[in-house]
C-alpha cells in the first residue's frame, strides 16, 4: 500500500477498521507526537506491530504537539511526520488528532490491544480504563536506551553529549 494511502481521517479509518473487524482481524493502537523520528520510535512501532493484526498510529497535529510539548515544538511539520510514519512497514494506517489526548479516538475506534512506550506505566497510560471497560488489553514495550527525541535535541543545540553510537538496549 502506497504511503499516502495510509494515512487516514476519522472516518475513513472508522470504516477500515470496521472492514477489518469483520473479518476477524485485532487492531493494535498506539499514539504520540513522533517528532523526530528515531531508532527508539522504529523499535517501539514493530514491537507493537507484532502484538496484533495491523497498526493504528495516532499521532498528535501540530497545534496538539506545541500544546504538550511547548511553542517551539513540533521539529518536523505534521504531514511530514505523518508521511515518515505511514513509510515503516510495521505501521498500516496513520490518523491526525488535534485533541491533547486520544481518548475520542479510542472511543471511536475501541482497539483490542492499546500499546505505550516502557516510560508510561499500565496505570499511567491514557484511556486504559476505557480500553479495559471494554475487555481490551493494555501493554507497554520497553524503550531502547539512550533514543530519545529530547536528546537528540539537546544535541543538536549543544547542550548534550554526543549520541551514542550504539543503540543495542
Known amino acids: 500500500m502506497s504511503t499516502r494511502k495510509k494515512i487516514l481521517d476519522r ?3 472508522a470504516s477500515e477498521v470496521a472492514r477489518r473487524r469483520l473479518a476477524g ?3 493494535v ?3 504520540g507526537c513522533f517528532d523526530l523520528l528515531h531508532v527508539g520510535h522504529a523499535r517501539y512501532l514493530n514491537e507493537a506491530r507484532r502484538r496484533g493484526d495491523y497498526l493504528v498510529v495516532a499521532m498528535n497535529s501540530d497545534a496538539s504537539t506545541a500544546r504538550l510539548k511547548g511553542p517551539e515544538r513540533p521539529i518536523v511539520p505534521q504531514d ?3 508521511r515518515i510514519l505511514a513509510s515503516f512497514a510495521a505501521v498500516d494506517y496513520v490518523t491526525i488528532f488535534d485533541e491533547d489526548d486520544p481518548k475520542p479516538l479510542l472511543r471511536l475506534l475501541r482497539p483490542e490491544i492499546l500499546v505505550k512506550g516502557g516510560n508510561y506505566g499500565i496505570e499511567g497510560v491514557v484511556g486504559r480504563e476505557m480500553v479495559e471497560a471494554y475487555g481490551g ?3 507497554t ?3 531502547t536506551e539512550g ?3 529530547t536528546r537528540l535535541i539537546e544535541t543538536i543545540l549543544g547542550k548534550s553529549d554526543a549520541l551514542p553510537r550504539d543503540y543495542s538496549g
Open 147 to 149: 533514543a530519545s527525541t
Open 11 to 13: 472516518a475513513a479509518l
Open 29 to 31: 493502537f498506539t499514539n
Open 25 to 27: 482481524q485485532r487492531m
Open 137 to 139: 488489553a493494555v501493554l
Open 80 to 82: 511530514q511526520r505523518a
Open 141 to 143: 514495550v520497553a524503550l
